[in-house]
């Protein structure tokens, strides 16, 4: 019902900064709450940071203070500005979508609306 595309990964170096979109279609975008979630080689998805609908923002601890989530209703995009990038930072980033908590923090790739993420590289 709903289609997520992200865009904006790349490769940096460690410091550097990157801007990550996500464009939405398909359904009603304003009353869903969006996250980003990351999945490093080896590693299960991990919660990023997730915004709601009336613009709450929450954040995992290791990306607080360089991190930032936005969303702009009017063009139903969101964003994830990435500052002081750190190698350990490096992962395939993934968009959601969701209507409940539930469905929003979970990690299970099978569960709510994905983007089919964006890749990001930070060297040292």
């Known amino acids: 019902q709903v289609q997520l595309v992200e865009s904006g990964g790349g490769l940096v170096q460690t410091g550097g900064s990157l801007r990550l979109s996500c464009a939405a279609s398909g359904r009603t975008f304003s009353n869903y709450d969006m996250a980003w979630f990351r999945q490093a080689p080896g590693r299960e998805r991990e919660f990023v940071a997730r915004?709601?609908?009336?613009?709450?923002?929450y954040y995992a601890e290791p990306v607080e203070g360089r991190f930032t989530i936005t969303r702009d209703n009017a063009k139903n995009t969101v964003y994830l500005q990435m500052n002081m990038l750190r190698p350990e930072d490096t992962a395939v980033y993934y968009c959601k979508a969701a209507q409940s908590a539930y469905t929003l923090m979970s990690q299970n790739p099978q569960i709510g609306y994905w983007g089919q993420g964006t890749q990001v590289t930070v060297s040292s």
């Open positions: 915004i709601s609908w009336t613009g709450n923002t």
